[in-house]
């Protein structure tokens, strides 16, 4: 979007064309209603608010901002690089949670095998009686 505003496409034409980029289907039908609630004269912040599951808090009310301050393009992409770090974070903030799950259960599936081939060995040890 940013990208869109910044060369001069005029919002209504710039939510058209996203609509076309995006592949999630609820993300999908909002922003192809908000083409109509832009067109018939509604701000774009207010079509957003419509949708307060889809899109947080914190971008309706930055693109409040952007629509009032006329720098909505260079707001799309602040919000841009704010999620990219959000989402790089919470991925490397995963891997560390997931570690330790991975080692217990490497450590499972060796105790697993080490069961698995002692057994037999102690119960032919057992049997011969020595």
């Known amino acids: 979007m940013g990208t869109l ?34 067109a ?10 419509r949708y307060p599951r889809l899109f ?10 952007g629509e009032h301050s006329g720098r909505l393009d260079q707001l799309f992409f602040f919000l841009a690089r704010f999620y990219e770090e ?7 903030n995963l891997s560390s949670v997931i570690e330790p799950l991975l080692l ?4 499972l599936g060796v105790a697993f095998v080490a069961f698995s081939i002692f057994t037999p060995i102690y ?3 057992s049997g011969l009686g020595l």
């Open 40 to 49: 018939s004269g509604e701000g774009f912040a207010q079509a957003l608010a």
């Open 86 to 92: 959000d989402v790089s974070l919470r991925a490397k």
């Open 56 to 65: 947080p808090l914190l971008i309706q009310r930055m693109v409040f901002v």
């Open 104 to 107: 217990m259960v490497i450590g």
């Open 5 to 38: 505003l910044e060369s001069g496409i005029p919002l209504q034409e710039a939510l058209q064309i996203q609509v076309q980029s995006i592949e999630n289907h609820a993300y999908q039908r909002s922003v192809l209603s908000m083409v109509d609630q832009v």
């Open 123 to 125: 119960s032919i040890t």
